[in-house]
Structure formats: structure tokens, C-alpha cells
């Protein structure tokens, strides 16, 4: 695939990004600054997931927020007029961001979307992921390849935790939050999200938007987005595993977590 052609996916890709919980666990960095701009080398998480979306050519990104979301708003704005980039940002309140996880705004992305009738594949990003845009490129290219659901995995390593899923052929095959994995559950022979997901225009998005809202009505607000994808897969839609060879990413969870992303990533150059 060409990067005209990537220019094409990515012009028919809008991105989520959910950026509205706390973020207690990275202490002292949350207590007055949102997750999502906490910086990594000097560079707000956000800043640099801005600048990936637009050297990509996706236009178009809705940012869910909730805790200090002014402080979010405020800052896209400025960084959308300050680099006279093509993409337009628009935002989700979750006024209940205190007590829901990311599968609840995660539905409220989807249900505004779907209220503007906007009919574009989609890119799931966390909002505390740092990554190389090659990832990013690469998702884009499979899912205009193939036209199926795809994700980031990264294989096993004994630093990483949380969410694991197994793979046949390319495929995922499970999709398991810690919370629900069986015991003795071969991590070794899995892989980890890295929490990067395109999702096709049309059933998966349909089917993404029911199950959302069928497992927050069945556990609860606080349940994991994991759970959605489980059922996803369980259900029988394709979501491709797409390697991360080695490139780099990280989730900022913890301070340990921003030392280690700050080693990772230097500065990148502003968008143009």
C-alpha cells in the first residue's frame, strides 16, 4: 500500500480518542493536569497523538473527556489553530466520568456519531498511549486491506500487565481483561493490547455501539471496554492482530510508566 493510499484510508477514518478519567494512579502528574497532557519528554500525550492524526491525514477526531475537561478543550483548540492543522476536533462530555470506565465513553463517542451521521471507519485510542505513528499507519493499512476490525498487540513481556489476547492465524481469538482470566492462563503465548483499534464503517460499527451498551447494562458503569471486545470476538467478528515488531509504544498508568515512555519517545518535530 502506497501513502497515497494510507492518505485515503486515513481521510475516511475518524478518530475517538477517551480522555476522560481521572488518572489517579500516575499520583502527583494528575492532580492538576488531565491525563491526556501529561507530558512525555516535554510533549503532552496529546500533542503528539495530534500530530500523528494529522501527518496521517485523518481530519476529523472527537476527544472524550470528563475530568478537567476545560483544560482538554482549551488546549486542542490552541494546538489546531497554533499549527493550522487540517482536522477538525469536536468533544464528548462525560459528566459521569468519576464513576464509569472507558466503555461508557466509548458509547457516548459512538451514539454522538451516530446522531451526526457520520459513516467513517474508526480509530480507537486511549488516551494515555504513546506510539510510534508507524503504528498507527499500520493499522489504517490493514483494515483498508481487508475491510475487518484490527488492533495493536505487542507480545508477552514480564513488564507488561493487563489486558492479553490470544491469536490464531492473524486473528484474534480472545480478548481477556485481567479480571476474567482463567487460572493458569499462558501468558507467554499471547500478546498484549496496546489499545489502538480501526473498527469498518457499517455491521462492526453497529455491533461495537450494541455491545457497549448491552455489557454496561449487564455489569455495570465501571465495566472495562474489554468485556465489549470479548463479546465481539466471541460473536464471530474478524478483528485482525497487527504486530508491533519491535516499534515503539507505551500506556502511562503509573509514574514508572512515565519514566519508562520519556526514555522511549524524544520530542518530535511540530506538525507542519
Known amino acids: ?66 475530568y478537567l475537561d476545560h483544560a482538554i478543550r482549551e488546549f486542542a483548540a490552541h494546538w489546531v489553530l497554533a499549527n493550522n492543522a487540517p482536522i477538525e476536533v469536536d468533544f464528548v462530555l462525560n459528566e459521569r466520568y468519576a464513576e464509569t470506565g472507558s466503555l461508557c465513553s466509548l458509547e457516548l463517542a459512538l451514539r454522538h456519531l451516530d446522531g451526526t451521521r457520520d459513516e467513517r471507519h474508526l480509530l480507537l485510542i486511549e488516551g494515555d498511549v504513546v506510539i510510534d505513528i508507524e503504528l498507527l499507519a499500520r493499522l489504517l493499512r490493514q483494515t483498508a486491506a481487508t475491510g475487518a476490525a484490527a488492533t495493536l498487540l505487542a507480545p508477552y513481556e514480564p513488564a507488561l500487565n493487563g489486558t492479553f489476547a490470544t491469536v490464531a492465524q492473524g486473528v484474534v481469538t ?9 487460572p493458569g492462563f499462558d501468558l507467554e503465548g499471547s500478546f498484549k493490547t496496546v489499545n489502538l483499534t480501526t473498527v469498518p464503517r457499517g455491521h462492526a460499527r453497529h455491533r461495537l455501539l450494541a455491545q457497549a451498551s448491552a455489557v454496561i447494562a449487564q455489569r455495570g458503569p465501571k465495566a472495562p471496554l474489554e468485556y465489549a471486545m470479548q463479546n465481539l470476538v466471541a460473536e464471530g467478528l474478524r478483528i485482525d492482530a497487527v504486530p508491533t515488531d519491535g516499534l515503539p509504544w507505551f500506556e502511562v498508568d503509573t509514574p514508572e510508566d512515565l519514566a519508562i515512555a520519556n526514555d522511549l519517545f524524544p520530542p518530535l518535530p511540530a506538525a507542519a
Not at 477517551?18 to 501529561?38: F, I
Open 1 to 66: 500500500m502506497t501513502n497515497n493510499d494510507i492518505a485515503t484510508a486515513a481521510a475516511d477514518t475518524h478518530a475517538i480518542v477517551l480522555a476522560a478519567g481521572l488518572g489517579t494512579r500516575l499520583k502527583e502528574n494528575t492532580k492538576a493536569t488531565p491525563k491526556c497532557l501529561v507530558p512525555v519528554s516535554a510533549r503532552p500525550i496529546l500533542d503528539r497523538l495530534l500530530d500523528n492524526l494529522v501527518r496521517l491525514g485523518i481530519g476529523r477526531a472527537t476527544i472524550v473527556v470528563g
Open 174 to 182: 480472545g480478548w481477556l481483561h485481567e479480571s476474567v482470566r482463567a
